[in-house]
């Protein structure tokens, strides 16, 4: 009986609706233009149009462009249609032709703000290009689980890093009229149990590192859109997790945007509706929460208010607006010019790229006298190494390998739902390094066969290829550790996939004394073969320029410049979430606390592979006059000289960390960098200043930030290669909140 009366109200809701504009809920006046904006466009909408606000379809033959999900707009009030694409390291699109870019973490490894900026836009141009109003990324969990099965799409282990460059990044893609959504909004730092795990944070942890990223990029990059995460946090599925999305991002962080969830996230109509979820993704495999009816059925039965429907309305018109999408919606169809896009991806390559190791200056090889070059393994004659999932280019330009037999991860055998991360480029390395030394003999010994791309190495392979070392000048081995999203967590951070890539190393370096290994990861990786080669290359996921960028690198055209944005541990059993067994838990607790990423191995005097922030140069630098300053507001100004004392010109990374006197903080923490470009000689003045959230910790009991005023100031090229120090003075009134 209950539930008839229940039904004939939403009918009679529903009737009424069609027919006549629902009155908004009166509001507060809102101050800016774009919210005036939303409020006046909101009062016009009929109920019916405000509901295809909160609930995107799949791509339909009318919106065609190979995107994840679709908007309809109101034509009669001239609101276009929002077509919205994943977008981490290019335009997702399933149907159009995009750029692959160097994966994420690569450009977090370059620690350089201008090229996030830029790769935001560059990423932008394209999805516009092709019709798209919303991109899906940049993301920032954090690299909690160094086996993270999506730590390419991530930036790195350190919040302030992320937070600043994820910021940036949405800045460059909004600044092309494309909304940006930051994900994935917050715990999700595994894949293990990726539909639902319990991620166990405590309230300090959660505010000094996982939302930090989110906080930073939310304050300085404007995003359009927040996307909620499929796991729960403390309880609540983030989706419908009243204390992230309303009392955290919406009321203290007084974030405007609108928040839609992860593709299949959303578990509820009223109680994510009230939780603060503006809009439901990815419900064209089921049936939809925030479809017509429940939503109806929830007005009529006051579970929730027509004020919040307003308010989720509201919240995207604003953010069509603010993006300019609102006046200037894409229409797709335009000319893409991939030859600068692929340029670009190489110079991305270049600056992200890190040198590990470079014994008796191995590196940068001597054009002119090298006779003979072995380039062996990872399809280094044909291919690069992809993050697979929505973090990848659905349709590269040259297209992938056919499969993933061999493939294995914790939970995962094969690509399942996705394709081959083995990325076919135009100038594959051993192609790129013939280019830059054409005079040498540039041979390739390794598997050829596409069709089972990840079977270990034969017996007679690795013979062929410790021969072909062993009569070259120099042997260039490539590994790599493929990861991607929904193929489950690694199992190890050793090299798999192929498992016996660590005998082909080693069987090379027992050949020649010239090898040089470059790892093509989106994770750490253990090198049980450290010892034994001339030099060690990080080059990430490189992007479909990583052949060209590599072979800059390797001849010195170009001086490498990146820096580890995690932590290399020396062991498996050395890393904060190994525990007893390397089991990673379903519903993990946090229970390093704030000890997570470098500041584990600092805390617990854990020597690791390469640190955090490291990275070598073919020059070198010198740091010197470190002063240090409090200002105004609890800012602290650091001062000191850097001078390029090689015989190269080159970038350093200089980066400032702080040692908060509290109770459970870690030994250093980052407070702030900066990339400096420096001529042979030259010496520059850096000045980098340490906001007051970056010297505070969060006080649980007045829950808010607390500035701790005792704190050291450490100068360094990494976490662990301090140069310089000194104690940061103590303000002249008593400690404020952080802003
Ligand atoms: C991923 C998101 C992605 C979405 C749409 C989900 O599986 O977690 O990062 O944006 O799919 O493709």
Request: with cysteine.
């Amino acid at each position: 009986m209950q539930s008839n009366r229940v039904w004939i109200a939403v009918l009679l809701f529903a009737i009424f609706s069609l027919s006549y504009p629902v009155k908004a809920q009166e509001n507060k006046a809102p101050e800016d233009p774009a919210s005036q904006r939303a409020e006046e466009l909101l009062k016009k909408l009929t109920l019916d149009e405000k509901l295809q606000f909160i609930l995107s379809k799949y791509p339909s033959n009318a919106n065609p462009g190979g995107g994840v999900g679709y908007i309809e707009g109101v034509t009669r009030l001239h609101i276009p249609d929002v077509n919205i694409s994943d977008s981490a390291t290019g335009s997702g699109s399933a149907t159009q032709l995009s750029t692959t870019f160097p994966a994420t973490i690569a450009l977090a490894a370059s620690w350089d703000r201008k090229l996030s900026y830029d790769y935001g836009k560059e990423v932008a141009i394209q999805l516009r290009a092709q019709g798209f109003a919303m991109g899906l990324g940049g993301a920032a969990n954090l690299t909690r689980e160094p086996r993270g099965g999506r730590s390419f799409e991530y930036l790195g282990e350190d919040p302030i890093l992320a937070g600043e460059l994820l910021a940036q990044r949405t800045q460059g893609t909004q600044s092309q009229k494309v909304m940006a959504s930051i994900k994935h909004f917050a715990g999700n730092e595994q894949e293990t149990n990726r539909m639902g795990g319990n991620s166990q944070i405590d309230e300090r942890t959660l505010r000094e590192l996982y939302l930090l990223p989110f906080d930073i990029a939310v304050e300085q990059g404007h995003p359009a859109s927040v996307m909620c995460s499929y796991n729960r946090l403390n309880g609540d599925y983030a989706c419908e997790n009243a204390e992230l999305l309303t009392n955290i991002l919406k009321t203290q962080w007084h974030y405007p945007g609108q928040v839609q969830s992860d593709w299949g996230a959303t578990h509820s109509t009223s109680k994510a509706i009230n939780a603060g979820l503006d809009e439901e993704e990815g419900s064209d495999a089921g049936p939809a929460f925030f479809a017509r009816n429940p939503v109806l059925y929830a007005l009529a039965n006051h579970d929730i208010t027509m004020a919040r429907i307003d308010d989720m309305v509201r919240r995207k018109l604003y953010a069509m607006i603010s993006s300019g999408v609102m006046d200037d919606p894409p229409h797709g169809g335009e000319k893409i010019d991939f030859d600068a896009a692929r340029n670009f991806a190489q110079s991305v390559e270049e600056q992200s790229i890190v040198l590990l190791k470079n014994d008796n200056q191995q590196l940068p090889l001597p054009t002119a006298k090298l006779k003979r070059i072995a380039v062996i393994g990872s399809h280094a004659d044909a291919a690069v190494m992809s993050g697979g999932g929505s973090g990848d280019t659905i349709h590269p330009v040259t297209g992938s390998f056919p499969g993933c037999e061999g493939l294995e991860f914790v939970d995962h055998n094969g690509c399942g739902w996705w394709r081959s991360p083995w990325l076919k480029i135009p100038v594959p390395l051993m192609n790129a390094i013939r280019e830059v030394t054409p005079a040498s003999e540039v041979e390739f010994s390794g598997v050829r066969d596409e069709q089972v791309p990840f079977r270990a190495y034969s017996p007679g392979e690795i013979a062929a290829a410790a021969a072909l070392a062993c009569k070259s000048d120099v042997a260039i081995v490539v590994v790599a550790q493929p990861a991607g999203e929904d193929f489950g967590d690694l199992k190890t951070l050793r090299l798999q996939n192929p498992s016996n890539q660590d005998e082909l190393v080693d069987a090379v370096a027992a050949a020649n004394p010239h090898t040089i290994v470059v790892i093509e990861s989106g994770n750490p990786v253990l090198m049980p073969w450290k010892d034994k080669v001339a030099a060690i290359i990080e080059a990430w996921y490189p992007g479909e320029a990583g052949g060209r960028a590599l072979a800059s690198v390797l001849f010195g055209k170009v001086n490498p410049s990146g820096k580890l944005p995690f932590t290399f541990p020396a062991r498996n059993e050395d890393t904060p979430t190994w525990g007893d067994s390397g089991v990673i838990s379903k519903d993990p607790i946090y229970s390093e606390k704030l000890n997570s990423g470098y500041r584990w191995y600092d805390a617990k005097k854990i020597a690791p592979l390469f640190e955090f922030g490291y990275g070598l140069s073919y020059t070198h630098f010198r740091y010197s006059d470190l002063t240090v300053k409090r200002g105004a507001d609890h800012i602290i100004q650091v001062s000191f000289s850097i001078k390029n004392d090689g015989a190269q010109a080159g970038a350093e990374v200089a980066q400032v960390y702080l040692g908060i006197d509290a109770a459970g903080e870690p030994p250093l923490r980052l407070g702030g960098w900066s990339k400096i470009r420096l001529e042979p000689g030259e010496v520059q003045q850096v000045n980098i200043s340490l906001s007051p959230k970056a010297q505070s910790i969060w006080d649980t009991s007045a829950n808010d930030w607390r500035v701790i005023p005792d704190s050291l100031v450490y100068v360094g090229a990494s976490s662990r290669d301090i140069r310089l120090e000194e104690s940061a003075p103590r303000p002249a009134a008593k400690a404020k909140k952080a802003a």
